[in-house]
């Protein structure tokens, strides 16, 4: 069994182990603070066009999700849910 600190793990790339896609970088982790055991990771939303209109959700991957931490990356099941764009609906237009 390996052991890994927080702030080796914000070093590490996230890629989505079903499509192979790369989600992020691990900003943040969750902790139970009773059983002090590692709950989920966090990816922090995109800023949405350079942030002018916010920024996009964080992304929190479960613990259970994780398939491999290895020494660069963390391989991942993660299913994305689409959601609709929204339409900017301006009157002069």
């Known amino acids: 069994m390996g052991c890994?600190?927080?702030?080796d793990l914000r070093r590490k790339e996230v890629i989505n182990n079903k499509t192979g896609c790369r989600i992020g970088f691990v900003d943040d982790v969750e902790v139970d603070t009773v059983t002090a055991k590692l709950v989920a990771i966090v990816i922090f939303g995109r800023w949405r066009c350079f942030g002018l209109l916010g920024?996009?959700?964080?992304?929190?991957i479960k613990w259970e999700n994780i398939c491999l931490i290895g020494e660069d990356t963390i391989?991942?099941?993660?299913c994305q849910i689409k959601r609709e764009r929204r339409k900017w609906n301006f009157p002069f237009f």
């Not at 890994?4 to 702030?7: K, L, P, Q, S």
């Not at 920024?55 to 929190?60: D, F, Q």
């Open 55 to 60: 920024k996009e959700e964080n992304i929190v």
């Open 4 to 7: 890994c600190r927080i702030t």
């Open 75 to 78: 391989l991942v099941d993660y």
